[in-house]
């Protein structure tokens, strides 16, 4: 099974799905939705279409060079005669090319969010600062402790003159086809009483 990428995005395209475009000089596109074919055939630059993997890579929201992967990708294709030791060293190598990738996009990730804790800080002290009035009552009100009540015997005469009549709601109904009524004989005539 083959997997290939999308021309446009960059995503995955699964065999038996997706669009394939071949061109007059027998050039083969594939994509992996309809959006991807479109914006393709709008001649659109996927580094400026804000969700396909190029943009997001020229403008530094994901890593664009692993050296982890480039390693394991020098020597893929030179046929090596079967030895349990080297079977047990590549595989441990490729866990441990996991947790490399692993660490350094979660590293990445830290350095992109840096500086997003004190715009959103900034952001919120001055949504506080629009809304003084309604964050004060709020800290008046929590700042007086709450006493016990004590219960409250009330008649059931009380508790409905308490109650405020709810407000009548108009339930939709569906639409129901009014059928014609079949006349047996003398289809066209009206009936004169």
């Keep these: 099974m083959r997997v290939h990428t999308c021309y446009f995005c960059s995503g995955p395209v699964y065999p038996g799905h997706g669009i394939m475009f071949v061109r ?3 050039k083969v596109f594939r994509f992996c939705r309809s959006k991807c074919h479109k914006n393709f055939k709008m001649k659109r630059n996927p580094r400026k279409v804000t969700w396909t993997k190029a943009y997001r890579k020229a403008h530094g929201k994901e ?5 982890a992967l480039a390693v394991s990708a020098a020597r893929r294709n030179i046929p090596v005669r079967y030895d349990r030791n080297v079977v047990a060293t590549t595989l441990n190598a490729m866990k441990r090319s996991a947790q490399i990738h692993a660490k350094r996009e979660r590293m990445f990730y830290k ?3 840096a500086g997003k804790k004190s715009q959103q800080l900034a952001e919120a002290q001055k949504l506080v600062g629009q809304n003084v009035p309604q ?3 709020r800290e008046t009100m929590e700042e007086k402790p709450s006493e016990p009540q004590e219960a409250q015997v009330v008649s059931d ?3 409905a ?4 009549p709810a407000e009548a ?3 939709p109904v569906a639409a129901t086809k009014k059928r014609k009524n079949k006349k047996s004989r003398g289809e066209g005539k009206m009936d004169m009483d």
Excluded: G, P
């Design 135 to 137: 964050f004060a009552e």
């Design 161 to 164: 003159m308490d109650e405020e």
């Design 169 to 171: 709601v108009k339930i």
């Design 111 to 113: 350095k992109r969010m």
């Design 24 to 26: 007059n000089d027998s």
């Design 63 to 67: 890593m664009v060079y692993d050296k």
């Design 157 to 159: 005469e009380e508790y």
